[in-house]
């Protein structure tokens, strides 16, 4: 089945740098990639997505790029702001499998 | 538009015991996917329904199922609770199955003691 690896599992940036999280997945027939923002006491709140067709996808400070040969895609999120404070997840399905979620990263965005 | 609704928020349960989640998908949305969250495992699946039918199954043990109504609610059960049951148990709704956006609940937080 498929295995999602996800760097780093904590990142602490300051206030208007840029933060990259990184995921690996195994299945080379998945082809849905969603990123998730969980806060506090919250659910998983999804963020952007992208398709295997397509190789990077952007809204507004948030990007995700796919490298679909050497199965890895990315988060990118710029000038950060205290409010992406959160744990993001990456995530990876093919066809009608269930997803499966990289482990997460704590993102801290310092003042 | 109204979003996924799980009910209880909090729920404390004794060891042994059962217990009964629900979820409320999106309006219009066929799919409930239920999830249990734990620090150490993080997001893990449980069971996919679509149409009144489980389409997909997790590795969890058998005293974990669920179910779906006609309206696209969704139940799901965990008996002879454990002290390791004790966790965020997370619905997600989509409005089909495959790779269509999944938008999940607040989730249920369940403590086992």
């Known amino acids: 089945g498929e295995n999602v690896e996800q760097h780093p599992s904590t990142l602490s940036v300051q206030e208007g740098d840029s933060a990259v999280i990184k995921c690996t997945y195994s299945?080379?027939?998945?082809?849905?990639f969603p990123w998730y923002k969980q806060e506090l006491g919250k659910g998983p709140q999804l963020i952007i997505d992208i398709r295997s067709n397509v190789g990077e996808k952007k809204d507004q400070r948030i990007a995700v790029t796919l490298n679909k040969t050497a199965k890895h895609f990315s988060l990118h999120i710029t000038e950060t702001q205290p409010e992406d404070s959160a744990v993001y997840f990456c995530?990876?399905?093919?066809?009608?499998?269930?997803?499966?979620f990289g482990k997460g990263t704590r993102l801290s965005v310092i003042a | 538009k109204a979003g996924v609704t799980q009910t209880p928020r909090y729920l404390i349960k004794t060891r042994g015991q059962q217990v009964t989640l629900s979820c409320s998908p999106i309006?219009?949305?066929?799919?409930v996917s239920w999830y249990q969250q734990t620090p150490g495992q993080g997001l893990q699946f449980l069971f996919e329904y679509f149409s009144e039918t489980q389409r997909n199954k997790g590795n969890f043990p058998g005293r974990f199922s669920g179910r779906q109504f006609s309206n696209s609610r969704s139940e799901m059960n965990v008996s002879t609770l454990e002290l390791g049951d004790s966790a965020l148990y997370l619905c997600?709704?989509?409005?089909?199955?495959?790779?269509?956006?999944?938008?999940f609940g607040q989730g249920t937080r369940l403590t086992v003691v």
């Open positions: 997600a709704s989509s409005l089909n199955r495959g790779n269509t956006e999944a938008f």
């Open positions: 995530a990876a399905s093919g066809g009608n499998t269930p997803l499966v």
């Open positions: 299945d080379s027939a998945s082809n849905y």
């Open positions: 309006s219009g949305h066929r799919s």
